[in-house]
């Protein structure tokens, strides 16, 4: 794998550990386990990462192929 593939992997790992501690903090029905807007901030925070998160993705996916296009080329220059 490459670098960038690696650093994909483990944002993919730390978003979903991300989600998985939200809903965990979320309180079951019938609890009062922090207030509603800080569960309500808590989720707009989430879902603000998550588009964040896609958005680098894929950008890095975008720069990675540009990457390897442009090291193709050079192999190619070098070969000539």
Not at 40 to 47: M, P
Not at 49 to 78: C, P, Q, W, Y
Request: aromatic share 2%; no cysteine; hydrophobic share 40%.
């Amino acid at each position: 794998m490459t670098k960038l593939s690696d650093a994909n992997t483990r944002l993919d790992a730390a978003m979903e550990r991300l989600g998985a501690a939200v809903a965990d903090h979320r309180a079951p029905a019938g609890q009062a386990n922090g207030s509603a807007e800080e569960n309500e901030a808590l989720r707009a925070q989430l879902d603000k990462l998550k588009s964040d998160f896609d958005t680098l993705r894929e950008t890095s996916g975008t720069v990675s192929s540009r990457l390897d296009a442009a090291i193709g080329r050079l192999r190619n220059m070098l070969d000539e």
